[in-house]
Each structure stands twice: as C-alpha cells, then as structure tokens.
C-alpha cells in the first residue's frame, strides 16, 4: 500500500472546526512548537524544601555588586527575600507599642488562646504580631508568648484574639506583666479574591457581600413608597455637606463629615447619585458619577450630600435616603440597576445591599479596601530593593543591613522628602534613573489619586520635592478614570488606564518626562497581565492579545475564542503574563471558568508566530536572568513552593501527562472511507528506554464522538506499527504520561488506501 505523509501545520488552531483544520493539531498539553515542530515542555523541580507563608503574586530577582542573588517574594500575608532556597521575612512593621498592664487573658482551663486587650489595635484577622518582654501567664510560657503570633479573632477595636502551643492551668486569668511590646507588621492582604469587589468585577444578577437583613410587615404592591419593616434599626441613613465644589470631571468629594458614612455606597447631591468605592477621612473616592439613571452636574460647597441606602426585596432592588420608625419612606425609587418593580408579601425577606453590583457596572470598591487579592510590585534600586503593596505604601529594603533586617517605607529614608504614601506601583525607570509611582497621591496631600504619576529626583529615590536644580515632578494623565499597571519597555514605559493607552518617555530637563496618548478603547484585563521581552511588550485585554514594538498591533491568535470563552473574569487580578526568553515564548496564566485559581495558560512563540495550551496552575513567574531558568511559584497541598523550570523531564519527579492531538483528516475530501493498517512514527526520544503512545481515534461524520482504534507505543527502536482502521476522518494523538521522557515529533507516515463509498 502507498505511504502518505501527514503534513501537519505548526501551532494549535481552535478557532474553527476540528474538520476545517484539517491537517492541523487542535488540542495540546504541555508542549511547544519549536521550529514548526511540536515536543514536550521542560519540566520543573522545587527550588528548596522550604515554603512560606501566603500565594506568591510577585517574584522579583536582582544581584548584588558583590555576586550575591536575591529574590523577591511578595504574597498576601508577607513579604520575603529568598536567597540561597531560604526564605528572609523582611515585613515591614506598621507599629511598635507597649501594651497595658496585664494584657492577656485566658479563656477555660486548657485552651491555647490568649486574648489580648490593645486599644485601637488596628488589626485585621491574620495579622502577625511579635511580643517581646512578657511574663508567663496561666501556665503559658514567657517562650511560648514572646515569639510571632498570626492573630486567629479581632473582638473589637480594643481586643483580640491569639493561640499559643501551651495551655492555661487555671483559666479566666490576666498576666504578662506591664512591659509586653508588641510589633505589629502591615496588615495581611487577601490571597482570594471576594466575588463583587474590586476594579472589573460585577455579575449577571448582582452580589451582595455583606447585609443586615429583616423582613417586610406587610404586603405591598409594584408602587408604593413606603416600605413597613419589622425593624429598620440596622439600615442605614446619614447626610452631610460638601466641603468645596464639584465640576462634572471631579474623581472624589470632600464633604464636611463623612464619619455617618458607610465606608462603601451611593449618596445624592442634588439630583445626582454618585456611587463611592473608598473613604479616606472626610473624602470619598473611586467615583462612579451619575449613577442609577441620574445625570452628572456641577455642585457648590455647601451642597447637601445624602446617603443612599440599597435594599433587596426578592429579585426588586429598591433605593431610599431616609427612614421613620420601622418604615422606609423617604426618597424611595423601586426597581433600580435592572429590577423590575413588583408585589411583595408580608413576612418576605428585605436585606440591605449597599455593596451591590450588578451585571455591566463598575465595582464598588477597589483593591485598597482588601476586598481584592493583594498583589506587590517591586523594583531593584542597585542592590537594594523598592516595593509597594498594590495601593499601598511603599517600602525601601537596604541590602547593606542584610536579609535579617526589614524593609520600612520610602518616606521613613533618610533625607526623605515629599515621598508618596500610597500608590498603585512603584518602578524604577530604565537608565535615567528615577522611582516613578503611578496612581498615587499628589505632593502635599493624603488621598491617593488614581490618574496621577509621579517621580523622584535623578539618582535620588527618596527626593519627590520638585525644584528648579532637580528633575522631581509629577503629571495627571490625561485620560481615563484610573491608572491600571504599568509597564517598563526598552526606550519608553506604557501606561494602561481603564480606557487607553499612553506612552511615557524620558526626555530631560525642564520637563523630565513626555506622555503621549498612543491609544483609546484599548486597556488591560487585569494589573499583571502584561510583560515585556526586549523591545517588546505583550498584553491581553478582555477581547485579544497585543503586541507593542513601537507602534499598537493585535496579534492574531488562532486559540482566541477558546481563551477568551473560557475565563473566569471574578479572578482577573489572578491573571498574569509571563516571558521565557528561553525558547522566545509568552505565557498568559489564567482562571478558568470552572476554577477559582489559576489552572491554565495560553503561550504564544513570537518567533514562530505558533499558540498552544495547556494546563498548569502557577501564582507568580520571573524570567531567567541573574539565574539560569525561569521560576514559577505554586501551591501543592496547601504548603507554597518555587519551581525552577526548564531543568529535567518531570513534574517535581513525577510524570507529566503532556499530549498533543491532531484535528480531523480525510482520503480525497472525505468521499471515500480510509482504510489504514500501518503508521511510520518520525520522533526523537531523549533515551533508549523512553516511549510515547501513538493514539489513532476515527469517526464517519464531523458531529460524531471520536472512537479510539488503537494505542501505539512507540520507542527509539519502533520502525512501524500495525493497526486496523477504517473510516472517513481520523485522528492522531500523541501522548507522554510517564517520567524522565522528553520527545519531538517529526513527520507521521500512514500505509492508506482508498476502502470505497460504503
């Protein structure tokens, strides 16, 4: 019977039918394209045996001018340098106090728990705390107390709650003595993602994240505005005035006292609803204008500004701004942000939904409110390192002090001056040499502002006070409601705000810095979702893949339906770009829409200009550079690892199940059946004894299930392999689910014939 080659295209094409691709691949795990030629990824081991605590969101090497390497690890309860496989805590510490007498208090004869009095502690559920000079308490242990501590319980503003490894004798007992300090670090962040907050979010029918809830009194029909409640103690009302005027461009609002305010929510001045998603003293920020159907107008100082309260009746949202007894009835407006207005029965549930999204608006809160995941950004200043909790404060790491010291923030520095408190990101810009932040506060103000970028001065990263004989300074960009990520290229650094794209170039004195707007209707899918390779930057947005080498260009994906199809957008803070300039290849690590932590990855080889897919759960990546091979940060078991990639065949030792499967072909455009009863394999195998399987499925008809004809094992020494096959379309999987194998795939061969119409 003749041979006939199968001449397959390079990379994976799912943008049509299996059938219309014909002798292309469609599916794959694991794999590269290569020259054209599909083979196996590098595998990965563990870094070290030891973890740390937290997702790593962020990995960050840099060596030192004596040959030492180090390298960042930023995840939502701390922030470590690793160096040689260890891991050095360097968290900052938010304060250091000494607490009252006696501070500790045991619960019932043998708990572990110790309840700490701290007034205004200013602590949040897992925090980490470290006491030092306390007495034993109870049975418990000065060495069981003066150690580091994760706080399990807040009580109030003025307690909480840890656990010990000894237990109280006695129980229901005070102690430590009058000279406990305690060094509280930086709150800890959220490691997931709480559906309904945070930039991007929002839902078909809505979320509501927290409420107090009662239930109706009495029935009421599709129109009435006067809501009865068994009890309207817990819902809420407030008013207050502004503190200076507002124009139809204004991003917060400064009223008089915001203290009756709810940290998140709508209020109404005048005849516009504007709905906030932060409180920062007496300023409310992150601003949705002319919300629920309202229109956007200026305002005076002095302008009253009401509370909107939100209230859930079944499926009917329904608005108020004040409230007598046990009845909401003033400012009622029923069947709001897409709910249709209808009877309720008496006894049915009415809940409060002031934190409310529904499908198609803009979140309520932002990331600084933790109700995101916390992400850092982080940059090396020579040998010392400059990082920031992602809107939060930056922090400076001196090298000098050693790995055993922690980093404090930027202002802290000596000769400091102007340094921004709070910021989206910070980074080092190229040659020049200047910290730039991005969404930060402006000089000489508290309130971060989500369109502002600024500078230091030159070789200076702790001078922000612009003056005539240095180059600090700052600019509001032009465009936009919020600064997104930003990202360092060869020659200019581009900014993504939620709507466009803008270039930011040094140019020298007097003005340091250039911003051009390169684009509109063009912004990122989430904060991490970009990165750059020479001078090249990647990105993805929430429709395509772009590329930017100096000019904008949507790169064409032949898997982009699939991707895009296929993510969970709740988890986009998640999703990260990574490079492997090893093999010329970007990786996009993202969320499926059946998971809610990262399992899978789209790569593009832009070489090659090949896609393909797999699954693999990673949290962080950083490309070779000061190390050898790319490293990757997961979670196994719960217990946190770094991975070092392209080194071995194996999965941290054990097999990788890698694959890569041909879309449908045919005999003559499929008008005859095939027979086929022979395949010459073309793969290169890394050892004597590694193998692969060569799976031939077939079916008649394109809507019919594939059905698995035979399994090939296939070995250096297999010169051909016999089945028995017949049918109009055919498919060739080729597959590795054993360890230490590593294969490249050539050209395939069949011994086929022509089997008639029938």
């Known amino acids: ?20 691709n014909e002798f292309g691949w469609f599916d794959s795990n694991l794999i590269r394209f290569r020259k054209g030629r599909p083979e196996k990824l590098g595998g990965w081991s563990r870094l070290s045996s030891n973890t740390y605590n937290g997702i790593a969101r962020s990995l960050h090497t840099w060596a ?40 500790f208090y045991t619960g019932d004869a043998g708990t572990s728990n110790l309840t700490v009095t701290h007034l205004s502690h200013g602590a949040v559920v897992n925090d980490y705390v470290t006491y030092s000079g306390a007495t034993a308490v109870d049975g418990i242990t000065t060495a069981q107390i003066n150690i580091e501590h994760q706080i399990i319980q807040i009580i109030d503003s003025n307690s909480y709650v840890i656990t010990t490894t000894g237990s109280a004798s006695s129980g229901s007992t005070a102690g430590g003595g009058s000279s406990v300090l305690a060094q509280y670090q930086i709150n800890t962040g959220r490691g997931t993602v709480v559906s309904g907050t945070g930039w991007g979010a929002g839902f078909w029918s809505g979320v509501i994240s927290s409420y107090s809830a009662t239930t109706l009194s009495s029935g009421i029909n599709n129109s009435v505005t006067s809501i009865p409640l068994t009890s309207a103690t817990n819902f809420e009302t407030a008013s207050t005035t502004t503190n200076g005027a507002l124009d139809v461009y204004s991003t917060s609002i400064t009223v008089v006292d915001a203290s009756s305010l709810p940290d998140i929510g709508t209020v109404k001045i005048n005849s516009e609803y504007i709905r906030y998603g932060t409180k920062t003293g007496n300023v409310l920020g992150s601003l949705t204008r002319a919300s629920d159907g309202s229109t956007i107008a200026a305002h005076t100082s002095g302008d009253s500004v009401t509370f909107v309260g939100l209230i859930l009746i079944n499926d009917e949202l329904i608005l108020y701004t004040g409230k007598s007894t046990n009845t909401i009835d003033a400012g009622v407006v029923r069947g709001v942000r897409g709910t249709t207005a209808v009877a309720h029965s008496s006894g049915d549930s009415v809940k409060e939904a002031n934190s409310f999204v529904s499908w198609g608006e803009g979140a309520l809160t932002t990331a600084s409110t933790g109700q995101n995941i916390r992400l850092w950004e982080q940059d090396n200043w020579g040998e010392d390192l400059i990082f920031n909790v992602f809107d939060g404060t930056p922090y400076y790491w001196d090298k000098t002090l050693g790995t055993s010291s922690r980093a404090s923030s930027l202002a802290a520095q000596s000769g400091a001056s102007d340094c921004p408190t709070i910021t989206r990101q910070v980074m080092i810009s190229g040659s020049d040499r200047h ?191 000061i190390y050898d091979n790319p490293r ?56 004597a004894t590694s193998s692969i399987q060569y799976i031939f499925k077939t079916r008649n008809f394109p809507g019919q299930d594939l059905t698995t004809n035979s399994t090939n094992t296939v070995t250096p020494s297999t010169d051909q392999s016999f089945l028995r096959a017949r049918s109009r379309q055919a498919v060739v999987r080729i597959e590795s689910n054993t360890a230490d194998v590593a294969w490249t795939l050539g050209d395939l061969r069949l011994d086929i014939r022509k089997d008639g119409r029938r």
């Open 1 to 20: 019977m003749p041979l006939k080659k199968i001449p397959f295209k390079p990379g994976v094409n799912k943008e049509t039918t299996s059938y219309a």
């Open 64 to 103: 030192a001018l004596d040959g030492s390497k180090f390298m960042g690890v930023g995840t939502e309860a701390k922030f470590y340098i690793e160096q040689g496989g260890g891991y050095n805590d360097i968290t900052p510490i938010r304060s250091t106090v000494t607490l009252g007498a006696n501070p």
């Open 435 to 625: 910290v730039i932040a991005f969404a930060c506060n402006p000089k000489g103000e508290t309130n971060q502002d989500l369109l502002q970028v600024r500078w230091s001065d030159q070789e200076n990263p702790v001078d922000w006070t612009p003056t005539a004989t240095n180059t600090a300074g700052g600019q509001r960009i032009s465009s936009g409601s919020e600064i997104i990520t930003a990202e360092k290229g060869r020659s200019e650094i581009l900014i993504f705000t939620d709507t466009n794209l803008h270039s930011m170039r040094f140019v020298g004195p007097p003005f340091t810095f250039s911003f051009t707007l390169l684009a509109s209707n063009v912004s990122i899918v989430g904060p991490n979702a970009v990165t750059s390779v020479g001078d090249r930057i990647f990105w993805m947005d929430r429709e395509n893949f772009y590329v930017y080498t100096g000019k904008l260009q949507v790169i064409p994906c032949t898997v982009l339906r699939y991707v895009f199809d296929d993510l969970n957008l709740s988890q986009n803070f998640k999703f990260f770009a990574a490079s492997n300039k090893m093999f010329d290849e970007v990786f996009w690590f993202y969320v499926s829409s059946e998971s809610t932590e990262i399992d899978r990855y789209v790569k593009y080889n832009y070489t090659e200009g090949t896609w393909d897919i797999g699954n693999i759960s990673r949290t962080a990546w950083v490309d070779r550079g």
């Open 632 to 687: 990757g940060s997961s979670t196994v078991n719960n217990t946190q690892f770094i991975y070092v990639h392209e080194t071995g065949n194996n999965d941290d030792g054990s097999p990788m199940d890698s694959f890569i499967e041909s879309s449908d072909f045919d005999l003559g455009d499929g008008n005859e059946f095939m027979f086929v009863n022979r395949l010459i394999p073309d793969v290169s195998l890394n050892s």
